[in-house]
């Protein structure tokens, strides 16, 4: 018997190699939407000043370096805290700049011809959202450009000025709130 011849079987062709669309395409969309989320997630709100620190002075009366903030948002402080909620005597900076550090959120007001509607209406805030809020008049808010302000709320490096109590602004507000209140910044804490 004679045998058979193997035949040799032969590699497949390799498949013919073009530009990889397909993985391009995909690149593109995912770098695509990368930038798309980046561009509409909005910086949250509020101007960042440099920490001043948080020295502890023997009294609310020591003399300390000027503040980098009106109101202020860190810096030289006393030791003791105001009472969270509804002030309706102004609180010294030198005092509430620790309830900042204690990771509290103060807002202050500065009308100097009355706004009633505008107090009360931060004052039902506050109120209703209870937890390290702590709200004072203060006099003389002014935004780095030199402006006179009517309300600020503060955290620790930093401050959301406004003039009005629109339904956007407490929007605005209710976001600083979430974002800010409840961080410690006692030296090491973070």
């Known amino acids: ?39 509409l997630d909005p910086p949250p709100p509020g101007i960042v000043f440099p920490d001043q620190g948080n ?10 370096v000027p ?4 109101p202020p948002s860190s810096g030289p402080h006393f030791g003791g805290l105001a009472n969270w909620g509804v002030s309706e005597e102004p ?4 005092i509430f700049v620790h309830n900042l550090e204690d990771g509290g959120i103060v807002v202050g007001y ?7 509607d505008f107090r009360s209406g931060l004052a039902e805030f506050v109120e209703s959202e209870g937890g390290r809020l702590l709200m004072t ?17 503060v955290a620790w490096t930093r401050v959301f000025y406004f003039d009005q109590l629109t339904d956007d602004i407490l929007d605005e507000i209710r976001t600083f709130v979430t974002l800010f209140e409840g961080v410690d910044h006692h030296v090491g804490a973070n």
Request: positive net charge.
């Open 91 to 94: 609180i010294p900076p030198e």
């Open 1 to 39: 018997m004679a045998r058979a011849q193997k035949k040799k079987r032969q590699p497949p062709p390799e498949p013919k190699r073009g530009f990889p669309w397909k993985g391009l395409v995909i690149a593109v969309v995912i770098v695509g939407g990368i930038g798309a989320l980046v561009a």
């Open 55 to 64: 020295l502890h002075l023997d009294t609310p009366a020591d003399p300390h």
């Open 137 to 153: 008049p203060y006099s003389g808010i002014v935004d780095p450009d030199g402006v006179a302000r009517k309300g600020a709320v």
């Open 110 to 116: 500065d009308c100097p011809e009355g706004c009633d």
């Open 67 to 70: 503040y980098n903030s009106s």
